[in-house]
C-alpha cells in the first residue's frame, strides 16, 4: 500500500507516472454509488427518460490527416430496451439537446451545438406507410434494411445540428439530411449483427458486432449516417449500446456479497446492471483550431495547471405544451432547460435530493451553491457508517477541483488519448499508470477526469478519489467488482458500440433460436 500511495500521490501533485505492477488493493463500495453515471440523477428525470442524460464523453484524438480534434459523445434515455417493439426508441421531437463547450474555470459556454429531430407522431411525414404496424422491416417494401432509409424502412427520423457562438448561429448541414439509423431489431437490420455461419455452428449469430478500427470498418448503417460537416466537424445520431457499467442491482440488494467479494471491489464477482441495454447517442467531432482553450486549476490539487476547454452537455423543452382531443401536442415559447451532465455521479451519488431537480434547471455558472456536495461528500460519511472506516467527510478540496463547476475539463495541449481496445489503455487512468503529456513537459491522466473515454472506470476513479483525498496519503483503490463493459467499444467515431439486437443480446442470452 505504501508504494502505491507514493506512486499515486506522485502522480496527482507533481504529475509523475506511475505503474501498477505489485498493487495492493482494498476495495470498498458504497450504497450511494448505484445508479452512477447518471441514470436516475433526479426525481423530474426519472419521468421523462426521452431527456434524461446519461453519460458525457469527451477527449482528444487525431484524425488520419493528422488533424488533432475533441470528440464529444453524449448518451441519452437510460435502460432503452432492444426488443421494445413495435414502435422501439426515438428522440424527442420537441427536445433541443445540446453539447456546449465552456471556459474550464467559470462554466461560460463559448460555444453550444444543438441538435434537433423531426416528428415521430403518425401525421409528421416520417414514415413510408402508415398502413402497417411496422417501422423496421415493411415501408413501401417488404424485408430486411439494405440501406439507411431505403424502401424497408418505414419510420427515418432526420436531424439538424446549429453552432451557436457568441449569439450568431450556424445550421452546420447546410441543407443537406442527416438521418439517424435504423433500430437494431434483428433480423431486419443484418448489418448491425452477426450473420455468419449458421445458428447451429455461430453462438454468436445475431449479436451485434462491434469494434470498429476505422470508418470504413463501421456496420453499414453507422457507416451511411457518419457525416462531415462544413467546418471540419463530424456528427452522428442514432442508437447505441449503453457504455457505462456498475453493479447496480447489487449494490440495491443490500450489498450482495457478489459485489464485496474477497478483496472488497476488485476481483471481478459483480453482474454489470447495465449490460444488454442501449442509449441514444448524439456526438460530434470538433477540430481544436475552432476552440478557445483556457488555463484551469487540475483537479484532485495538482501543482501544475491545464490549459484545456470544459464539456457539459443539457436537453431542453418548450416552455409551454398544448395537448389537444384532435391533433398532436404543440409546443411553444422559448427552450427551458430540463436536464444536464458533465462529470460522472455528481448530481447522482453527490448532490442532496432537495436539490437534484434544481441543479439540471441551471447551469455550471452557478455550480457554487453545489459546493457544498462535493466539499463534505455524503457518500463518504455513508461509507465511514456501514464499514468503520475514517475517510474524510469535510474539506475535500480536491473533488471540488474536479466538480465545481461541473464541466468535463479536456486538456487541449496533448496528444490523442488512448480509446479501449489501444495498447497502454487502462480502465482506471493514471492510477493504472495510462498518462499523457501536455505540451508543456507535465504528466496527466489520459482519462477522467482530464475528459472522459469509453471504458474508463469512473465508479472506481471516483470512490477511490473519495476514499483517498484530500491528501493522498494512503490510498485505498475502491471498487464495485466490475471491470469492463458487455460490449467492445468502437475505435472510430463514433466510439460508442453498436447497439445491441432486439432479437439476441447480452441481456437475453437464449439459445439460438427464431433465426
Known sequence: MSTLSSRLRATLHTAAAFSVAGLSVLGIVSPETAHASSHSDAPLSKMDPQTNLTDVYAFIRTRPSGE??????????????????????????????????????TGAETRRYDFR????????????NLDTILRYGRGTAVGPIQNVGDATQNFTQTYTVTQVVGGTSTVLNNGATLMVPPYNTGLATPFYN????TPGTNLNYGRAISGATNRAALDK?????????????????????????????????????RILGSTLGQTGGGVDGFKG???????????????????????????ANRTGVGVYASVSRARITLRSASGDPTPSGPDIQVNRLANPIFNEVLVAMRDKDRYNRTSPTGDASFATYALNPEVAVLINAVYGTSFATTGRVDLETVYIPDVIRVDTTTGAARVSGESGFSRLGFIGGDNLTTSGGATIPGGWPNGRRFGDDVVDVALTAVASGPTYSTVTVVGDNIAANDQVYNRTFPYAATPHSGLRNSKDSGQNVGF
Open 68 to 105: 488533432r480534434v475533441l470528440v464529444c459523445e453524449v448518451s441519452v434515455r437510460p435502460f432503452s430496451e432492444p426488443g421494445d417493439g413495435v414502435l422501439y426508441d426515438a428522440f424527442a421531437d420537441d427536445a433541443r439537446y445540446s453539447i456546449h463547450i465552456t471556459n474550464p474555470t
Open 117 to 128: 429531430f423531426s416528428r415521430v407522431s403518425s401525421a409528421g411525414g416520417a414514415y413510408k
Open 194 to 197: 452477426d450473420t455468419t455461419g
Open 221 to 257: 448503417y453507422t457507416f451511411q449516417t457518419t457525416y462531415d460537416l462544413s467546418g471540419g466537424t463530424t456528427v452522428f445520431c442514432g442508437s447505441r449500446e449503453d457504455g457505462f457499467y456498475a453493479d447496480t442491482p447489487g449494490i440495491f440488494d443490500l450489498l450482495n456479497s
Open 277 to 303: 441495454f442501449n442509449v441514444l447517442h448524439y456526438a460530434i467531432v470538433i477540430p481544436l483550431t475552432d476552440l478557445t482553450p483556457s488555463s484551469y486549476t487540475a483537479p484532485f490539487g495538482s501543482v
